[in-house]
């Protein structure tokens, strides 16, 4: 069986939209800064302070533009509502996931008392499933679809942490994300 080599882009200013897309996709010119700052104009483009970005223009992209980002790809970021266990989760059609969790703001070695947000990619690569947080110095192995569910459920715990499926369009309408028994009837 053939190993790909595994991309992890490392966290630059507040970007870490761009590296969790770039992460998903193991594709370091997957999409820009300047395509997400695009993306943010076309959202709001008659806001003279854009809404989903940072004010200072650095970065900190909400999941407006990481969904607007994704369609590009003909893929869906699925807001995974946590009243459910991640054991409803149909992996064999998901491409990765996307984590929105809080982050402490530091100026070097000194934590401020801002609380951020951050992106996290997961992505299973040759077998196993990565966390591919830019924050990290390597890529952390979760291992298989158990330990992904397991930690999945870990992440999950937390009232202040956001999960999206990230999957094709065709698998979001159809609802093939999730396991045949979990499906709404439509």
Known sequence: MEHLPM?????????????????????KECYSKMQLDEICRQLAPNDY???????????????????TALHTKDCEAVWFDKRRDPSC???ANIIGFILNVPS???????????????????????NYYWNLDSKLDAPQ???GEIHL???LRDQLQSNDKELFVICSSKAEKDQSWLLPEHRFSQ
Not at 9 to 18: R, T, V, Y
Not at 49 to 67: E, F, K, M, Q, T
């Open 49 to 67: 302070i854009n809404p989903h970005r940072s004010i200072l223009g650095l970065g900190n992209y909400d999941i407006n533009v990481i969904i």
């Open 149 to 151: 569910i397991e930690y």
């Open 7 to 27: 991309y992890h882009e490392k966290q630059i200013k507040e970007l870490c939209a761009l590296h969790a897309l770039n992460n998903l996709f193991q594709d």
């Open 89 to 91: 989760l149909d992996t």
């Open 104 to 126: 402490t703001y530091k100026l070097g070695v000194l934590k401020l008392p801002l609380q951020r947000r951050h992106w996290i990619c997961v992505k299973k690569i040759n």
């Open 141 to 143: 192995q979760i291992g």
